[in-house]
């Protein structure tokens, strides 16, 4: 059943004790499919497609530099940086509200550290040419970065075909975890050193024909 920006108090508060939260604290991570629903996912794609036609996806830049490495080579994603209230960012909106609503009932079920804000989303493109992102941390200097949201936004992908999974290795872990990037799905993840990640690389390249290059919603850090 998809979720909807009126589900109640109690909706998400089972949802974070069922399923979010237990899992955050046994594996590091969780997954929720059928966020939105397809008219309202739909929506949000359809706001991501736009920022891509009309130039507003940058290629993303790295901590730092190392030289006689090319960027590409460690991150192939164009990004940019949204807060939701922009012209044309109606449905996006939409989902940041809901996922700071289900976040904000998760946060005193997590331990001693009070989640109190959110970073902008950074709206990513993997574009179909092998581009992905190598094994990292999102937070490795405990800069204030507690969790990081994912929105996948890919429909009609296989993963077989296309690629573009995301390889979690939890800290500790005999195993690792490959998350698929598929329509409507949520990913929360621990963004310190427990959960060092890849993007596989992306080999969609037909935009416009139901296997697109893979789009998300991600970064969306929650800090404490």
């Known amino acids: 059943m998809p979720f909807i920006e009126h589900m109640s108090n109690a909706d998400l508060e089972r949802l974070a004790l069922d399923r979010v939260v237990p899992a955050l604290l046994t594996h590091g991570f969780c997954y929720v499919d059928g966020l939105l629903g397809e008219p309202a996912g ?17 290629d993303g830049r790295l901590a730092g530099t190392v030289p006689g490495i090319n960027r590409k ?23 940041l509200a809901l996922v700071d609503r289900l976040i904000s009932v998760c946060a005193s079920r997590l331990g001693n550290k009070a989640i109190r804000e959110r970073s902008q989303a950074m709206v990513a493109c993997y574009p179909g040419n092998g581009a992905g992102y ?31 999974v995301l390889r979690i290795f939890p800290e500790g872990k005999p195993y690792m975890a490959d998350i698929k990037p598929l329509f409507d799905r949520l ?3 621990w963004s310190d050193r427990r959960n060092p990640h890849e993007v596989q690389p992306s080999y969609a390249t037909s935009f416009w024909r139901g296997a697109e290059q893979q789009l998300q919603l991600m970064g969306i850090h929650a800090a404490t």
């Open 134 to 164: 190598v094994k990292h941390v999102d937070n490795p200097n405990c800069d204030g970065r507690c969790l990081t949201c994912i929105y996948y936004l890919n429909k009609n992908w296989d993963p077989k075909e296309h690629g573009g």
């Open 73 to 95: 080579s460690i991150r192939g994603d164009k990004i940019a940086w949204v807060s939701g209230t922009e012209r044309g960012c109606e449905a996006i909106s939409f989902l």
């Open 187 to 189: 990913l929360i993840f």
């Open 42 to 58: 739909s929506a949000v794609l359809d706001q991501v497609k736009e920022m891509h036609r009309s130039g507003e996806l940058q």
